[in-house]
């Protein structure tokens, strides 16, 4: 009986045995072979349908990583345009904020200028107060001194000895400045005390002499000198105490006087001066409070009491722009000032809490309402009639205060309005 092989079992046969049936054992090879094909196809067939699988799944990557690439390379190119618009965008940026710093400088410098233009008529008058003082006392220096370079002379050759060491002793006295500034109704008191003194002893005639010996500190003196009212040349000496006095007298008021416009001067030539500096530098807080006090002397002086809890000659050394400093005191006097309506008190307190410089300016005006008082430094918003005001000033002070690492707050009520600025002071 034939066996029924595979193809390629039976040309195996065929090749072998021809047509001769094969033995017991060669069939049983031949089945083998048989089934081993039949294995050997099923598993090449399977092989090649995962080739083809594999196939398959390589060409769906290759198109997803083909379609990948494609998406990075535009991705790629978006980031460059991304990256070349930032930098523009950063240009920009910095273009508009240098311009926004050029213009909050001009800002603060526009209202510098007006508050310094404000100030001018008074500061003018502050000036020309001590130049009346330099004017008259030269006026009057001439007079005196022709007096004394003639007739003073001729009677201190004449004048006894007790008469010329009463003399001397006198104008020691007077040139060691030791007069006691007095108010007008105390002067007004010793003037009649020391009239009447004169007038129990029938000696009259001596009213300026009565006033000039006041003014000179002579008074707690004044009756040692009666006795030589009465006695020889002893008139003479005592007109020559005067004019020696008032010579004296003149020329400290004139030395005052320079001072006096010596510090006005320093004062507003440190304030309209404009620095330009990109980097801090160290400020003592009191020279900067002080030329601004200096400024608005002449509008303090009119009907404000300002007491200030420091001395001159303190440090309190923060790092700053003090051109910028200038203008938050400049800012909060000024709106003080114009608050108590010229009348009132003003204090102004400095205190050193931890790392910090606290600055307070108080003052007696109407004060805030509750309902506004948190809009005071919000741009353009103002309590002054129209005209009058920017709506600039505290918020300008604010930022300037930020700008410097501190801090401002106000607290109001009715008869005490008080703004607090803490800065931080520069360590060593």
Known sequence: MAHQFGEQTHKISQELFGDTEPSGDCLKVLE??????AYYEKEILKLKIQLRQIKEKA?????????????????????????????????????????????????????KMASLGALISGITHEINTPLAVIHGGLSNLNELLDFQFTDFIDFARKANQE??????????????NNAVELTTREERKLRRKFTGTLEELDITGFDNLVSDFIRLGLHEKFEEFIPYIQKDQGEKMLSSVSKI??????????????????????????????????????????????????????????????????????????????????????????????????QGDMEITLDKIGLN????????????????????????????????????????????????????????????TIFTVTLPLKQS
């Open 32 to 37: 083998k072979t048989e089934e081993l094909s």
């Open 59 to 111: 060409e769906l990557k290759s198109e997803y990583l083909n379609n990948a690439f494609e998406e990075l390379l535009k991705n790629n190119e978006d980031l460059i345009r991304a990256k070349e618009k930032e930098d523009a965008q950063r240009k920009e940026l910095e273009k508009a904020y240098a311009d926004l710093k050029s213009a909050q400088n001009h800002m603060i410098q526009t209202e």
């Open 163 to 176: 008469i010329f060491e009463k003399l001397n002793e006198t104008v020691q006295f007077i040139r060691n």
């Open 245 to 342: 006095g008032n010579i004296n007298l003149t020329t400290n008021n004139m030395v005052k006087a320079v001072k006096k416009m010596q510090k006005i001067i320093f004062a507003l030539k440190n304030y309209s001066y404009h620095r330009e500096t990109e980097n801090p530098e160290a400020i003592n807080v009191v020279s900067s409070l002080e030329t601004v006090i200096t400024l608005y002397f002449n509008e303090i002086k009119q009907g404000i009491n300002l007491s200030k809890n420091y001395d001159e000659e303190d440090e309190f050394i923060i790092n700053g722009y003090v051109d910028q400093l200038d203008q938050v005191w400049t800012n909060l006097i000024n709106n003080s000032i114009q608050a108590m309506k010229g």
């Open 357 to 416: 410089l606290v600055v307070g300016i108080r003052d007696t005006g109407p004060g805030i309402p509750p309902e506004i008082v948190e809009k005071v430094f919000t741009p353009f918003f103002t309590t002054k009639p129209q005209g009058e005001g920017t709506g600039l000033g505290l918020d300008i002070s604010k930022k300037i205060i930020e700008k410097h690492e501190g801090y401002i707050s106000v607290e109001s009520e009715p008869g005490n």
